[in-house]
């Protein structure tokens, strides 16, 4: 590389995964103009080199030593970090040892750290993925055969209708807008539903405005239309799908009237939008965390799977698009960083492939029970059976929901090691912090939502005495003794996990670094057939699912937490990127006029929000939301309230806890909300 080159890179935020062009002498961003982001680009990818040029990044190895972190060599971190872990796992065995994999590092950072965790003996490994889109996950491994988006964004103009389901990609993927902008030029109808009148709604010809955790309602009712009315394909539901004769009786009692009660949307409009919906002849239905962070979250997603089905919105007819949320959340999962699946999202009770992919790493088998999913570790450390954590590129102690709750077993831990490009909230707690290089410092390949794999290239050389996240966990897994570690670039790790796939077994590194990616397994699925068992759908009838927490005369409201354009997560980021500073709006709570009335506060007034939890404190907006609602930005201090319930692929709800608010009358500053 030279000075002035162009360098390209993955964008290191959202899961559209954007291309930037980095000019290498003034690190200025410009978007990429081929696939997937056209030259479209949105500020957190336009100032992304701000937060990696932070003064604030750690700059070397640390260690606790008296409660004080104090500055040790790689090698001394290395070698204490590996003894300790041996220790536990000849004292406790290996499930005494946790790691949690980093949705924001590359594929093979990735692989990296599964393969640590497997061949030291345990499937203790997980990732953000399981706060975010597990749900989806396994509602469409279970009726479709494969847990991830079906079709490319290119798909989204070809349809005749698209449905945005408690998502928002005005603020948080702002680039696929285009994609949504473009299909609307074509004379697609967009058709959205959130609790909230967001900024993605100025784009919808129907705006649903629905009661929290009533999806499940909603979706009945709009299949309940279209079986009564006929409307369904008949012929697609025959020949590739089972159980609808279950989906005709369950969604029976769903009248749109019923459903009006429960969820607060006008019959008429819940028939009109099922009609627009059956008659459009294609459709894709987007959907977020509205759905999937919720104690209903595998129910709601099958939901709205068994809608699509009913119309054979499938394959060149329909997509499915479960947005992903992290840069790599996608491949992080791919390369088998969840506890419950194997690279590939293989079952780990597969035995042929799970002893492939031990034959490959050298060892005769790899442990097949279920490893802790990332939000039952806290559980699992306050009853002892956890003893060491090993953190890549996560901040649970603000992600995590009910935080109290996880900085408690934080301090719990024998072993805690983070591995990060800052001083987190969780990394005060650690025993051991590593600096790890930034996206822009290091090579590889990232996943995006669409599964289309992405070459990032380097821009200039690790800052500081920090490492690329491969180096540090080849170097780990070194001085665990195991075996196979000896990668000395990273493109032999890239190598080494194209042998798991067989679509991937063909391709080279030169190929990937060459094009606009590989999509993997490809670029669309189910065009013919499902990849289940026996080649069909399977339609799984869903019954409301009530939140884990009602409201009542106490604690009135229900409380939703939600996403805003200029922040990213929990802050460590986007805080450190003064152009985005700059742009920021302080946090605000977001009620209806008529409970704003009742409780005496206007817009810009201080708000007391309080939970079985604890409270925090907040500016108030008076906004579209049904009565009884309180919607807040996660990004500060939200999880000091939010609730420990989880949904059956273990994503916490975050979406949904009983609230109460009243007028706070001290001018004490609320910059208490940043993490
Ligand atoms: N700017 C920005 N972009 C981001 C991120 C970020 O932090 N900031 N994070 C990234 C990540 S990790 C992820 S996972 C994605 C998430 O992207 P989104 O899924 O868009 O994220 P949210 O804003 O959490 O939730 C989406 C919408 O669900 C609505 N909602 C809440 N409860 C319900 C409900 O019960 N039913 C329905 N129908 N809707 C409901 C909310 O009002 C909100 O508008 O964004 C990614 N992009
Ligand atoms: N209340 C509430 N809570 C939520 C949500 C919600 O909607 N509401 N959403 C949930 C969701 S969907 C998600 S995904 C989670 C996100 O939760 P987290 O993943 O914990 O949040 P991030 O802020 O994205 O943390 C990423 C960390 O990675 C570090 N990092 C960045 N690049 C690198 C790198 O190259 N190497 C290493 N080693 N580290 C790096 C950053 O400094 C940062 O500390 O939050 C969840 N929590
Ligand atoms: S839309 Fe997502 S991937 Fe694209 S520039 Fe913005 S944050 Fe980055
Ligand atoms: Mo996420």
Same mark, same amino acid.
């Given at each position: 590389?030279?000075?002035?080159?162009?360098?390209?890179?993955?964008?290191?935020?959202?899961?559209?995964?954007?291309?930037?062009?980095?000019?290498?002498?003034?690190?200025?961003?410009?978007?990429?103009?081929?696939?997937?982001?056209?030259?479209?680009?949105?500020?957190?990818?336009?100032?992304?080199?701000?937060?990696?040029?932070?003064?604030?990044?750690?700059?070397?190895?640390?260690?606790?030593?008296?409660?004080?972190?104090?500055?040790?060599?790689?090698?001394?971190?290395?070698?204490?970090?590996?003894?300790?872990?041996?220790?536990?796992?000849?004292?406790?065995?290996?499930?005494?040892?946790?790691?949690?994999?980093?949705?924001?590092?590359?594929?093979?950072?990735?692989?990296?750290?599964?393969?640590?965790?497997?061949?030291?003996?345990?499937?203790?490994?997980?990732?953000?993925?399981?706060?975010?889109?597990?749900?989806?996950?396994?509602?469409?491994?279970?009726?479709?055969?494969?847990?991830?988006?079906?079709?490319?964004?290119?798909?989204?103009?070809?349809?005749?209708?698209?449905?945005?389901?408690?998502?928002?990609?005005?603020?948080?993927?702002?680039?696929?807008?285009?994609?949504?902008?473009?299909?609307?030029?074509?004379?697609?109808?967009?058709?959205?539903?959130?609790?909230?009148?967001?900024?993605?709604?100025?784009?919808?010809?129907?705006?649903?405005?629905?009661?929290?955790?009533?999806?499940?309602?909603?979706?009945?009712?709009?299949?309940?239309?279209?079986?009564?009315?006929?409307?369904?394909?008949?012929?697609?539901?025959?020949?590739?799908?089972?159980?609808?004769?279950?989906?005709?009786?369950?969604?029976?009692?769903?009248?749109?009237?019923?459903?009006?009660?429960?969820?607060?949307?006008?019959?008429?409009?819940?028939?009109?939008?099922?009609?627009?919906?059956?008659?459009?002849?294609?459709?894709?239905?987007?959907?977020?965390?509205?759905?999937?962070?919720?104690?209903?979250?595998?129910?709601?997603?099958?939901?709205?799977?068994?809608?699509?089905?009913?119309?054979?919105?499938?394959?060149?007819?329909?997509?499915?698009?479960?947005?992903?949320?992290?840069?790599?959340?996608?491949?992080?999962?791919?390369?088998?960083?969840?506890?419950?699946?194997?690279?590939?999202?293989?079952?780990?009770?597969?035995?042929?492939?799970?002893?492939?992919?031990?034959?490959?790493?050298?060892?005769?088998?790899?442990?097949?029970?279920?490893?802790?999913?990332?939000?039952?570790?806290?559980?699992?450390?306050?009853?002892?059976?956890?003893?060491?954590?090993?953190?890549?590129?996560?901040?649970?102690?603000?992600?995590?929901?009910?935080?109290?709750?996880?900085?408690?077993?934080?301090?719990?831990?024998?072993?805690?090691?983070?591995?990060?490009?800052?001083?987190?909230?969780?990394?005060?707690?650690?025993?051991?912090?590593?600096?790890?290089?930034?996206?822009?410092?290091?090579?590889?390949?990232?996943?995006?939502?669409?599964?289309?794999?992405?070459?990032?290239?380097?821009?200039?050389?690790?800052?500081?005495?920090?490492?690329?996240?491969?180096?540090?966990?080849?170097?780990?897994?070194?001085?665990?003794?195991?075996?196979?570690?000896?990668?000395?670039?990273?493109?032999?790790?890239?190598?080494?996990?194209?042998?798991?796939?067989?679509?991937?077994?063909?391709?080279?590194?030169?190929?990937?670094?060459?094009? @606009?990616?590989?999509? #993997?397994?490809? /670029?669309?699925?189910?065009?013919? %057939?499902?990849? &289940?068992?026996? $080649? =069909?759908? !399977?339609?799984?009838?869903?019954?409301?699912?009530?939140?884990?927490?009602?409201?009542?005369?106490?604690?009135?409201?229900?409380?939703?937490?939600?996403?805003?354009?200029?922040?990213?997560?929990?802050?460590?980021?986007?805080?450190?990127?003064?152009?985005?500073?700059?742009?920021?709006?302080?946090?605000?709570?977001?009620?209806?006029?008529? @409970?704003?009335?009742? #409780?005496?506060? /206007?817009?810009?007034?201080?708000? %007391?929000?309080? &939970?079985?939890? $604890? =409270?925090? !404190?907040?500016?108030?907006?008076?906004?579209?939301?049904?009565?009884?609602?309180?919607?807040?930005?996660?990004?500060?201090?939200?999880?000091?309230?939010?609730?420990?319930?989880?949904?059956?692929?273990?994503?916490?709800?975050?979406?949904?806890?009983?609230?109460?608010?009243?007028?706070?009358?001290?001018?004490?500053?609320?910059?208490?909300?940043?993490?």
């Amino acid at each position: 590389m030279y000075i002035g080159d162009k360098v390209k890179v993955v964008c290191p935020y959202c899961g559209f995964g954007c291309k930037l062009i980095i000019d290498s002498q003034t690190l200025t961003v410009r978007p990429y103009k081929g696939e997937p982001n056209k030259g479209r680009i949105c500020p957190k990818g336009l100032y992304a080199m701000e937060f990696a040029l932070s003064k604030d990044r750690i700059k070397k190895p640390l260690k606790r030593e008296k409660n004080v972190l104090k500055p040790v060599t790689w090698g001394q971190a290395m070698e204490e970090i590996s003894h300790k872990l041996l220790e536990i796992r000849e004292f406790y065995g290996p499930d005494a040892v946790a790691f949690i994999a980093s949705s924001k590092t590359s594929n093979e950072e990735n692989y990296l750290l599964q393969k640590i965790a497997r061949l030291f003996g345990t499937n203790n490994i997980d990732n953000c993925a399981r706060l975010c889109h597990e749900a989806s996950v396994h509602a469409l491994k279970m009726t479709l055969g494969t847990g991830t988006q079906t079709n490319p964004y290119e798909d989204l103009e070809k349809f005749g209708v698209i449905v945005i389901w408690g998502y928002n990609p005005a603020e948080s993927h702002p680039v696929v807008l285009e994609y949504i902008g473009n299909a609307k030029k074509k004379g697609a109808k967009i058709i959205v539903v959130d609790v909230r009148e967001t900024i993605t709604m100025n784009f919808a010809d129907y705006k649903l405005l629905i009661k929290p955790g009533t999806d499940i309602v909603l979706a009945n009712a709009m299949m309940h239309v279209i079986i009564q009315e006929e409307l369904y394909n008949e012929e697609f539901i025959r020949k590739r799908t089972t159980g609808f004769s279950e989906i005709r009786m369950a969604t029976m009692k769903y009248t749109p009237e019923y459903a009006e009660r429960v969820t607060g949307i006008p019959a008429p409009l819940i028939r009109e939008v099922a009609r627009e919906f059956a008659l459009a002849g294609s459709g894709a239905i987007m959907w977020g965390m509205g759905l999937t962070q919720h104690v209903s979250g595998v129910e709601n997603v099958l939901a709205i799977i068994d809608l699509a089905l009913l119309l054979g919105y499938i394959g060149e007819r329909g997509g499915l698009y479960p947005m992903r949320g992290q840069n790599n959340v996608q491949g992080a999962a791919y390369m088998g960083a969840l506890s419950e699946f194997l690279p590939g999202y293989v079952p780990l009770d597969d035995e042929k492939f799970r002893k492939r992919v031990a034959s490959l790493w050298g060892v005769d088998d790899l442990p097949t029970r279920r490893g802790f999913y990332l939000t039952e570790l806290w559980d699992a450390i306050e009853r002892g059976d956890l003893m060491a954590l090993y953190i890549v590129g996560e901040n649970p102690a603000v992600s995590e929901a009910n935080f109290a709750k996880v900085r408690k077993a934080l301090r719990k831990l024998d072993l805690l090691v983070v591995q990060d490009l800052f001083m987190t909230q969780t990394a005060r707690y650690a025993h051991y912090l590593l600096p790890a290089s930034s996206f822009c410092e290091k090579e590889g390949s990232y996943m995006n939502s669409e599964r289309r794999i992405q070459w990032s290239e380097r821009v200039f050389e690790p800052l500081n005495d920090s490492k690329p996240d491969w180096e540090i966990l080849t170097m780990l897994g070194k001085a665990l003794g195991l075996p196979g570690f000896d990668y000395s670039n990273v493109e032999e790790i890239t190598v080494e996990y194209f042998r798991l796939f067989p679509e991937l077994e063909e391709k080279s590194v030169e190929e990937l670094k060459n094009s @606009d990616g590989i999509f #993997l397994p490809k /670029k669309r699925l189910h065009t013919w %057939e499902f990849t &289940t068992p026996n $080649g =069909k759908a !399977r339609f799984m009838a869903v019954e409301q699912v009530p939140p884990w927490e009602s409201t009542d005369e106490e604690y009135p409201f229900a409380l939703t937490t939600v996403r805003v354009m200029n922040h990213y997560n929990t802050g460590e980021m986007t805080l450190r990127s003064p152009s985005l500073v700059k742009f920021m709006k302080e946090p605000a709570a977001t009620i209806n006029k008529e @409970d704003a009335k009742k #409780l005496d506060i /206007k817009s810009g007034d201080l708000v %007391e929000i309080e &939970t079985r939890r $604890g =409270k925090i !404190r907040m500016k108030v907006e008076i906004g579209k939301v049904p009565q009884g609602v309180v919607a807040i930005p996660f990004h500060f201090k939200a999880n000091r309230i939010t609730n420990n319930a989880l949904n059956k692929a273990g994503t916490s709800e975050f979406k949904f806890s009983a609230a109460r608010i009243r007028k706070f009358k001290s001018e004490r500053p609320t910059q208490d909300n940043y993490p």
